[in-house]
C-alpha cells in the first residue's frame, strides 16, 4: 500500500506570494492534518480535514488556508508569504478522526521563502 | 491545554549503550501518548503508542515507554542502541473526541556514537 505522497518536495518562493501544497492520503483513510515544522517553534498543528469539513484549526493567520476533495486528498494554501513561513510542512493522514488514530506522515515538503 | 516537555534536546550515547529519552506531559484531561522518529529529509514514524491498558508499550525496532500516570511522564528507552538509531525522536499527545490533533513536544536528538 503507497504512503503519504507530498508535492512538491522543495519548493522556493519569494516574499508576497502565494503557494499550494498538496497531499494525498493513504488510500482508505478519510482524515488528512497538516503540521508545520520549524527550527525554532517545532512542529505545529495547522488543521485537520475528515470527510471534506474542517475538524480543527491551529494558531496560524488567515493566511493559511486548507481544504480536502471527496477524494481525501488535501490541499494547504499560503498567501502573502512571509520569510518566516519557510518551513517543512508535513501531511498525515488516519483512517478516521480522533485522538486514538495512529497518523502517517508523508515526507514533508521543504517552503523556502527569500 | 496541553503541553508536551521533551527534557533533553541532546543525548550522546555509545553503541550497545542502553538509553533513555524523557518526556512529560501536562493535561487536564485524559490523554495519547505517542513517540515518533523522523531520520533526516524524511517525516515522522510512529515508534508507539499509549492508548490505555498496560502501562508498558512495546514498539517498533526494540524500543519501549512506559506511562505514569502520577508523575504524567512517559519515558522511552532501548537496552541497547545501534548506529541506525541516530534520529530526532518527538513525544506527542493527543485528547480524546473527534480531532486527531498532536501535540508535540520539541524534539530530542539520539546521537550514537561508534
Known amino acids: 500500500k503507497a504512503g503519504v505522497t507530498q508535492t512538491p518536495r522543495y519548493l522556493i518562493k519569494t516574499r508576497g506570494q502565494q503557494v499550494t501544497l498538496s497531499c494525498s492520503p493513504i488510500s482508505g483513510h478519510r482524515s488528512v492534518s497538516w503540521y508545520q515544522q520549524t527550527p525554532g517553534q517545532g512542529l505545529q498543528f495547522l488543521f485537520e480535514y475528515f470527510s471534506e469539513t474542517q475538524r480543527n484549526k491551529g494558531n496560524f493567520p488567515g493566511r493559511f488556508s486548507g481544504r480536502q476533495f471527496s477524494n481525501s486528498r488535501s490541499e494547504m494554501n499560503v498567501s502573502t508569504l512571509e520569510l518566516g513561513d519557510s518551513a517543512l510542512y508535513l501531511c498525515a493522514s488516519s483512517l478516521a478522526s480522533g485522538g486514538a488514530q495512529e497518523q502517517f506522515f508523508g515526507p514533508g515538503t521543504r517552503l523556502t521563502v527569500l | 491545554a496541553q503541553s508536551v516537555t521533551q527534557l533533553d534536546s541532546q543525548v550522546p550515547v555509545f553503541e550497545e549503550a542502553p538509553v533513555e529519552l524523557r518526556c512529560n506531559y501536562s493535561?487536564?484531561?485524559?490523554?495519547?501518548l505517542f513517540w515518533y522518529v523522523q531520520y533526516p529529509n524524511q517525516g515522522l514514524q510512529l515508534l508507539l503508542k499509549?492508548?490505555?491498558?498496560?502501562?508498558l508499550v512495546k514498539g517498533i525496532n526494540g524500543f519501549e515507554a512506559e506511562f505514569n500516570k502520577s508523575q504524567t511522564s512517559f519515558h522511552l528507552r532501548k537496552p541497547s542502541v545501534h548506529i541506525s538509531d541516530t534520529a530526532e525522536y518527538f513525544c506527542a499527545v493527543s485528547v480524546s473526541g473527534n480531532t486527531g490533533k498532536l501535540i508535540f513536544g520539541q524534539g530530542t536528538t539520539l546521537q550514537v556514537k561508534p
Open positions: 499509549y492508548l490505555s491498558g498496560s502501562t
Open positions: 493535561s487536564s484531561v485524559s490523554v495519547y
